[in-house]
Nanobody
Framework: QVQLVETGGGLVQTGGSLRLSCAAS????????IGWFRQAPGKESEFVAA????????YYVDSVKGRFTISRDNVKNTVYLQMNSLKPEDTAVYSC????????????????????WGQGTQVTVSS
């Protein structure tokens, strides 16, 4: 497993931007697909975005397509989630997760495929 730490959350106005970072340590980070999930108060955890360990494949939930961009730097062992045009409904605790994969272009969109999780970072979008 890898250890994950998220940073970059905060308070932003509607239409603003934030960039979340997910820094990894431990096992070979480049062999892990990485996903971002979010959980708003009183709601179930929701998949947001994922990226393969090669970085060539990405996947987004429909509600963030065109606004969020996931990327990774395997030299820095870090995955980023650039969030633009933020809306109040994006308010949640955002967590990154790592899931091992043998396939360079594979990614996961379900929580059960990930075995390492960060502690989360709060994102609040004011209206």
């Amino acid at each position: 497993q890898v250890q994950l730490v998220e940073t970059g959350g905060g308070l932003v106005q509607t239409g603003g931007s934030l960039r979340l970072s997910c820094a990894a340590s431990g096992r070979t980070f480049s062999m892990y697909a990485i996903g971002w999930f979010r959980q708003a108060p009183g709601k179930e955890s929701e998949f947001v975005a994922a990226i393969s360990w090669s970085g060539s494949s990405t996947y987004y939930v429909d509600s963030v397509k065109g606004r969020f961009t996931i990327s990774r730097d395997n030299v820095k062992n870090t995955v980023y989630l650039q969030m633009n045009s933020l809306k109040p409904e994006d308010t949640a605790v955002y967590s990154c997760a790592a899931g091992p994969t043998l396939h360079r272009n594979s990614y996961y969109s379900t929580k059960d495929d990930y075995n390492s999780w960060g502690q989360g970072t709060q994102v609040t979008v004011s209206s």
